[in-house]
């Protein structure tokens, strides 16, 4: 029973460490090399079907873009009016309440007009000091016409095409282009509803004798002239063809409107044509 019990462990022992037989061993068999696929392109229906989905997003996006930047160029008009208000009632604080001149003729009665655009005070009140070439009154210094000029492009309405074509030297232009001031009927005295004469003067209001100031127009797009009348409200026809003191609807046929408050906002034609509510100071 012992040695039974010892060979068998001779035996088991014996067979430690040995290699494995042939038929014990793994096989790594290589698979056949793949033949070489040719790489397919785009048939030319898709591609023209690819071109067309591209056409039509450009159509889709193109006009919401263009919409975008409208409405950018509004936002810049709409700050430079409501600017201009602000100067505006500025000039008043310090002009024992009379708001700028629409125009006010030079006091060495040299029959020359100045109209507000040009009127150093109210440039200043406004912050505009590009261009003063001269000043009322100083010695060897005469009276510059090119005023109409020195207002920075980059207070004109970026929507006033006549303006932005006439740019000068210095990067300079005409503000009369981009912006007007209502002259409904203004009064030398500061008392309404007579229509004031060309020859006045002095054209302008008295802060305290304008009735609902909220409703009332002062600075708004035109494109013609350095004023606004109520009776050429309806003859804009364009950037390059209007009339003189026409109001400009120019924004998505809007025009853009400073009123007396000094809050901005757009009218179309139908809101502006011989509204009197609107135009006429004293009502």
Known sequence: MIKKDLLSSIKIFSHKGTKPQSHDKFKIISAPPRLCERKRGFTLIELLVVIAIIAILAALLLPALAKSKDYAKLIICMGTLKQLQLANDIYASENTGWYAPIWEFRPDNTGERLSWDRHEAFRTCFGNTTGRLSRWGEVGKPWNMNYYDHWPVDYACPKSTRALADVKENNVCQMDLSYGYNRTDPSPTGTGGAWISWSAMYAGFRQAEIKKPESK???????????????????????????????SYRHNRTAAIAFGDGHVETKNRTDVVFNADLWRMWK
Do not use: M, P
Request: glycine share 10%; with cysteine; hydrophobic share 40%.
């Open 217 to 247: 127009l002062f600075f708004a797009d035109c494109g013609w002239d350095f004023k606004l009348q109520e009776d050429a409200s309806n003859l804009y026809v364009s950037e390059t063809q209007g009339g003189t003191a026409a109001i």
